[in-house]
């Protein structure tokens, strides 16, 4: 029994390092493969690659897995894709310094989000996988609808809200949240639509970061529009408004900070 119980730990341990291991080379070579063949399409084919086994099933059960999976798989392919443009979209080659220095951080962040964030099942953790989804996406959506069609940023912007709010919901006792997830992914597909001409991008110097304000502000809408869908769940019949009132009203004023004093047309993408 003992040899037993010895050989199923070693199996345990042999299969947890496996599995870090392998992320870890996704998180490296989703990188880096952008990186070596200026080209996010192949970074993109190893992100979706990974998640074979949300396609390996029955067709009835292959929209409900995606739907499952899809902050996970917004999240690497925003990866990709900021790696693609902070990095080599201009100049098709790494020729800075800071473009290694940056290629790196996007590693490091996709590894992180991996190993760390992604196995997380708490409450908070959802709302924090949730928030970096949309923060990572809707960046790469603003960036990127520079160079696409306006009318493929809004899909993917309207994608991101709903998946960000129903990987909150879907963990709540409310058994049918659709008409709610698509009022979200609605809402940030008019946000982006409105943004779509006059997107401001903070740039930092010439490091190659660039953080779109409409990121930013969908971020704190995903985040009050969610902890106000889950306390209404929560409480029910007891909820008051004045138990969310304290994060709309932060919500409003940091927006409106954000768009008045931080909206100077130097900062256009465009």
Known sequence: ????????????????????LLNI??????????????????GIILVLVSKWRVFAVRSRYLLINIKSNLVDIIVGLSIVLLTYYSTIAHSHMLSEPQDYIYAIMYMAIYIVWLLVIKPMSSEK?????????????????????????????????????????????VQTEEENFALTTLVCGLVFAEIAWLSHSWDIVYNFGRSGIRIPQSAIILTIFAFVYNYARQAIVRYREDFRFKDIIGPIIFGVLLIGVIVIF????????Y
């Open 262 to 269: 931080f909206s100077k047309p130097a900062f256009n993408i």
């Open 125 to 169: 953790a959802n709302m924090a996988q949730s928030l970096i989804a949309v923060f990572l996406g809707s960046s790469a959506a603003a960036i990127m609808s520079a160079t696409v069609d306006p009318i493929l940023a809004v899909f993917l912007s309207f994608l991101i809200g709903y998946a960000a709010c129903r990987h909150v919901l």
């Open 25 to 42: 080379l996704l998180g490296m070579g989703a990188v880096l493969i952008t990186v070596f063949s200026v080209n996010p399409a192949l």
């Open 1 to 20: 029994m003992a040899d037993y119980v010895l050989a199923r730990k070693s199996r345990n341990i042999a299969s947890s390092a496996v599995h870090i």
